[in-house]
């Protein structure tokens, strides 16, 4: 993978010729930070990774023969395609990874457990509003170097680069987040009824039980599942489209709960 996708520099070649300014080079990922990316994405060889703008194809490739994952890594230039395609028969794993000359602004992503990117914030905020429609929840997407707007990673690092790497400075900071199921609103029980406010994974809850206000404390939402404290119990389940389904528990036992979106 390299520092600009070729989708970017498409664009870029065209802002740099009307500025006057040189293009942007093309520089892979170090393959320790490579390796990095895939295990902060906690890749298992029941993932699908998704790398855009996959350049020679190292991170696909990486995710194959050392997490035992499929892969498939999408790239605007041709020849990087078809380096990438010789470069997994060299490595023994394109049984298991293809890449794809395509734009990554328009090619289906929405079979991917796992997506990384090393692209610059502009291209990256054209894609966010992508990965949360069409991505399923508890998709992780990582990228390298740059964040995403108004939405927090889970997790973020900053790593050591061991050997020197040309265009890469000393170390590198790298960016985790897991797609959200859509929680907002109001879900409703036999017993309780709570108000969920969401922003990304970032979630608050208001509510009652039988009629009375409840406080909810410790409220999170990762990918699909769901937590938090009210009442001396804690519930842990799962948003499944218009049902929150899961368990109340105390230090007397469990109780199902099934919640049902109100519209």
């Not at 990438?84 to 023994?92: D, G, L, Q, T, V």
């Amino acid at each position: 993978m390299r520092w600009l996708a070729s989708t970017l520099l498409v664009a870029a070649l065209a802002a740099h010729a009307e500025e006057g300014e040189p293009s942007p080079p093309f520089i892979t990922t170090p393959d320790d930070v490579v390796e990095r990316m895939l295990r902060l994405a906690s890749t298992t060889p029941a993932d699908t990774v998704l790398d855009l703008g996959s350049g020679d194809g190292r991170i696909v490739i990486a995710a194959a023969q050392k997490f035992g994952a499929r892969g498939l890594g999408i790239e605007l230039d041709k020849r990087l395609v078809e380096a990438s395609r010789e470069n997994a028969r060299r490595a023994k794993v394109a049984d298991r990874v293809s890449f794809v000359e395509g734009d990554v602004l328009v090619s289906d992503i929405s079979r991917a457990s796992v997506v990384t990117v090393y692209l610059l914030p502009g291209l990256i905020g054209r894609l966010q509003p992508r990965f949360l429609e069409e991505l399923r929840p508890g998709t992780r997407i990582v990228s390298h170097a740059f964040g995403m707007v108004g939405w927090k990673p889970d997790r973020s690092e900053t790593m050591p680069v061991v050997r020197p790497h040309p265009g890469q400075g000393d170390e590198s900071t790298l960016y985790l987040w897991v797609v959200p199921a859509e929680a907002r609103g109001l879900w409703r029980s036999a017993a309780w009824q709570l108000r969920v406010y969401q922003n990304y994974q970032e979630i608050e809850i208001e509510g009652s039980r039988d009629g009375k206000a409840v406080e909810f404390r410790d409220a999170r939402l990762t990918g699909e599942e769901i937590t938090w404290r009210a009442e001396g119990k804690r519930f842990r389940g799962r948003v499944a489209g218009g049902r929150i389904l899961g368990e109340l528990s105390d230090g007397e036992g469990r109780q199902a709960l099934e919640l049902v979106r109100a519209r």
